[in-house]
């Protein structure tokens, strides 16, 4: 069978390692996301995610994708964001959406307080504008770039290395957001998240797209080693850098098991079964200084692409 892409109709989807939903837990993906589906087996869909990932989801959770040009997309901003039947919080709940999720806006007057937006199964529902990116309040201010004159002011260049540079800051912020949050092992959401799907998820919320596991986010050609070779404790590590650890022994090329970003101030950020959830750590932690493999920092120079990862 041929790829075929389709949408999300949930508000999260589990990937799974085999096409069972008894299997492995191996990644999710969030409502409105575009997969390609290459095979399909009792009743399950193989997809492979935008962010290079793949496994299996129940087909039941996938629809045919359709023309939506005409609608405006923006994004979900809060951790979660309730969506309603009507735009009166006192209606039917129609779903609850993870931060990240990408949504449309529908064809309809907005109230006072709530946006219709346009579901993947073409159900209208309605969410509290604070919830959304383009009315929640907070929003990055830059130039112009619609402005003619101000694109012509403005080096590109150096304005993309500045961008980026502050892109692990506040990716570090966002990561924050997410105390409190379950440890799930594949989580990939404001329901549950695993180690390297905080890592993706803050970094996504910040602009850029990562691969899915530890190790792959840790050979990630776009980010720069830092502090080879110096202990945890030691490191001068910046806030946004990732902070990566694997088995104990010395060998240098063992896989990257876990990973974590680097508040700036001594401390990491990273979800963990140990204590089930998200949570922060001190760098002098013995625990993790032991397995400690190194630190990675995005290039200033890095094509944003997740396809240069």
Known sequence: ??????????????????????????????????????????????????????GWVGAQHLAHTWNDEDYFPTSIATLFADIFARPDAHSELLTKLSVGTRVLLAHGAATEDFVPLLLPDKRTGYAHKVCLNMTHEGSIEGPDLLDQKARKAIDVSALKRQVLAAVGAQAARVALRFIGTPYLWGGNSSFGLDCSGLVQMSY??????????????????????????????????????????????????????????????????????????????????????????????????????????
């Open 204 to 309: 996504k919320l910040s602009g850029v797209q990562l691969l899915r596991d530890a190790d792959l986010q840790w050979h990630d050609r776009r980010f720069e080693r830092r502090e080879e070779g110096i202990a945890l404790a030691e490191a001068d590590l910046g806030s946004g850098d990732l902070v990566v650890f694997g088995s104990t022994g010395n060998d240098p090329a063992r896989k990257a098991t876990h990973i974590g970003i680097a508040l700036g101030d001594g401390r990491f950020v990273h979800a963990s079964g140990r204590r089930n959830g998200v949570y922060v750590d001190d760098c002098e932690s013995k625990t993790y200084g032991a397995i400690y493999l190194g630190a990675a920092r995005l290039s200033a120079d890095a094509d944003l692409a997740v396809e240069a990862a």
């Open 1 to 54: 069978m041929s790829d075929t892409q389709r949408l999300v109709t949930v508000n999260v989807a589990n990937l799974y390692a085999s096409p069972s939903d008894t299997a492995e837990l191996a990644s999710q993906a969030l409502l409105g996301a575009k997969v390609s589906v290459s095979e399909e087996q009792d009743s399950f869909c193989f997809v492979h995610t935008e962010d290079l990932y793949q």
